[in-house]
C-alpha cells in the first residue's frame, strides 16, 4: 500500500458499529474489519451480532458482540463501558439502528402519534442515545474520533408513501450530523452521515417485492438499480478513515444520482 492509500486504512481504530447485525450495519462492521479495525457489534439480539463478530475474526479483526438497546440511556452507558473497557478506546461511532418506514405507512394528514414516536424512538433516538456517551468517552481519552450517522435521501425528498414520520427523523439526523460537526470540531470528532436511497436488505424486501414500487424507484435513479450494500461499505469506510481528515458535517448521497435529478 502506498502511503497515499494508507490513509484509508483502519487500522488500530476500534470502531462501535450500533445496528451491527443489521443490513447495512454488519456490511459496514465487516467492511471496517477488512479495513483493519477492531470491532464491536451492537443490537437487541445477540445471534446476528455474534455472526457478523465471527466474520469479522475471520478476516483477522478482534470483534466484540455487545446486546444493548440502544435507545435506553443505562444501555447505551454500559455498552461504551463495555466496548472501552475491552478494547481501551473507542476511535469511530457508527449508528445503523434504524429504518421501519415500510412498516408504519399513514397519510400525512392522518399520521398517528403512536407510530410517530416508534419511528422516532427507532431512528432519532437510536442515533443520540449511544453517541453521547462514546463522544464523552472520546473527549474525556482525548481521542480525535469520528461518528458517522445513517440518514436517507428521505431526509431531503419527499415519497409518495406515507413517509412522514421517517423523512422527518432523517431530516433531524441530518441536521444534527451538521450541529455534531459544528460542536465537536474543537475535540477533533468529526461527524458526518450517508444517506441511502433503497439499498437490498432485509428490511426493505418487501417494498422492493411491489413490482410497481421497485420499478416506480429504479425509473428515477439514474444508474438504474436501487443499492446493494457494497455500495455502501467503501463511503464509510471512506468518511471514517484519515483519507476524510477534513471532511465533516457533510451528509454523503449513495444513491445513483437520485438527489441530482431532483
Ligand atoms: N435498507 C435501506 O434501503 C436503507 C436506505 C436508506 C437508509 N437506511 C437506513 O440505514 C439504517 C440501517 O437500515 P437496515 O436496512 O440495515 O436495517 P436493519 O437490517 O433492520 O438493521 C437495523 C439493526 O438495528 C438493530 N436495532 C433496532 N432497534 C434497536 C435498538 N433499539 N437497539 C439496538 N439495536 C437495534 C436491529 O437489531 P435488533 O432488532 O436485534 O436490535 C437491526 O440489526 C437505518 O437507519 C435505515 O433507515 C436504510
Known amino acids: 500500500m502506498t502511503d497515499g492509500l494508507d490513509r484509508f486504512s483502519l487500522a488500530g481504530r476500534v470502531a462501535l458499529v450500533n445496528g451491527g447485525g443489521g443490513g447495512l450495519g454488519s456490511a459496514i462492521a465487516e467492511a471496517f474489519a477488512a479495513a483493519g479495525a477492531s470491532v464491536a457489534v451492537a443490537g437487541r ?22 446486546t444493548a438497546d440502544v435507545t435506553l440511556e443505562d444501555d447505551a452507558e454500559r455498552l461504551v463501558g463495555e466496548v472501552v473497557e475491552h478494547f481501551g478506546r473507542v476511535d469511530i461511532v457508527v449508528n445503523a ?3 421501519g418506514a415500510g412498516k408504519a405507512l399513514h397519510a400525512a394528514h392522518e399520521y398517528p402519534r403512536e407510530a410517530w414516536d416508534w419511528i422516532m424512538e427507532l431512528n432519532l433516538r437510536s442515533t443520540i442515545v449511544p453517541t453521547q456517551p462514546a ?5 474525556a481519552a482525548g481521542t480525535q474520533g469520528v461518528v458517522l450517522n445513517i440518514s436517507s435521501v428521505r431526509a431531503n425528498l419527499g415519497i409518495n408513501a406515507g413517509y412522514s414520520a421517517y423523512v422527518a427523523a432523517k431530516g433531524a ?3 444534527l450530523t451538521r450541529q455534531w460537526a459544528t460542536e465537536w470540531a474543537r475535540y477533533g470528532i468529526r461527524c458526518n ?3 441511502p436511497t433503497f439499498v437490498d436488505t432485509p428490511q426493505i424486501a418487501s417494498l422492493l417485492a411491489d413490482p410497481d414500487f421497485k420499478a416506480g424507484i429504479v425509473g428515477r435513479i439514474p444508474l438504474g438499480r436501487v443499492g446493494e450494500t457494497s455500495d455502501i461499505a467503501g463511503p464509510a469506510i471512506f468518511l471514517c478513515s484519515d483519507a476524510a481528515a477534513f471532511i465533516t458535517g457533510h451528509v454523503l448521497a449513495i444513491d445513483g444520482g437520485l438527489t441530482a435529478t431532483q
Open 135 to 139: 463522544v464523552r468517552a472520546m473527549i
Open 193 to 195: 452521515a450517508i444517506m
Open 173 to 175: 439526523i441530518s441536521a
Open 97 to 99: 439502528v434504524g429504518g
Open 45 to 66: 439480539s445477540r445471534e446476528p451480532l455474534e455472526a457478523v463478530a465471527a466474520r469479522a475474526r475471520a478476516v483477522g479483526s478482534e470483534a466484540l458482540a455487545v
